[in-house]
């Protein structure tokens, strides 16, 4: 079984290598259909920038011609598998990355949902804190420019200023894990700390004029 899904998995890349974009699309939805929490972070990557960068598929269509049926993937993949990263980055970036097709308040939405399904053993995992710690950077640049009068912003603040305060709490537990000959993680940990706490000051003096 685990064969078979490896071989379906390459196909997909194969698929994507050759800019068939219809099929790569068509096997991911039958993975996942097929009742596997399945997630390829390279094919959701891929799959992004052929939309965005407006790639030429092999049947010579344009990249964003595939936009709806990229984004109805997204769709029904996270219906499906609920609590992972990369498909709710790769589903915000759709929102917040394609010309034309900008929807700040759903991809803020999604980047919030991708940064809650890594965030519940940052104290205990490295990986998770860094796509944490880069995924609040994106939210605090986003909502930071959001227009004071949109109906979204405060309610954003606020989910931002509570992602910052459980990203400081957890980093300084993970902080405190490591030995003291892992000097250089440590300090990478203590400067995204520290960065992570001037954002949260700028966070709450903006809920100040809210």
């Known amino acids: 079984h685990r064969d078979a899904f490896q071989h379906i998995s390459s196909g997909i890349n194969a698929e994507y290598g050759v800019k068939d974009f219809n099929s790569v699309i068509f096997a991911y939805r039958n993975i996942v259909s097929s009742g596997q929490k399945y997630s390829n972070k390279n094919i959701l990557n891929c799959l992004v920038s052929a939309v965005r960068d ?5 049947d010579g269509e344009p990249g964003i011609k595939f936009y709806d049926k990229v984004l109805d ?5 996270s219906s499906k598998v609920t609590t992972n990263f990369d498909l709710w980055k790769s589903y915000a970036e759709m929102h917040l990355d394609v010309k034309g097709k900008e929807d700040t308040s759903k991809g803020i939405e999604y980047l919030i949902k991708a940064y809650h399904s890594a965030s519940l053993y940052i104290e205990k995992s490295m990986d998770d804190f860094l796509r944490c710690t880069e995924c609040s950077k994106v939210l605090h640049s986003y909502i ?8 979204t912003y405060a309610q954003h603040l606020q989910s931002l200023k509570s992602i910052l305060q459980i990203l400081i709490t957890k980093g300084y537990k993970l902080l405190e894990t490591m030995a003291d000959s892992e000097s250089d993680i440590k300090e990478t940990i203590s400067e995204y700390l ?7 000051e700028e966070v709450e003096e903006a809920q100040l004029f809210v």
């Open 54 to 58: 407006n790639m030429i598929s092999v």
């Open 73 to 77: 993937l997204f769709k029904f993949a």
């Open 144 to 151: 930071m420019a959001e227009p004071k009068e949109s109906p």
């Open 194 to 200: 520290r960065k992570a706490k001037q954002h949260l």
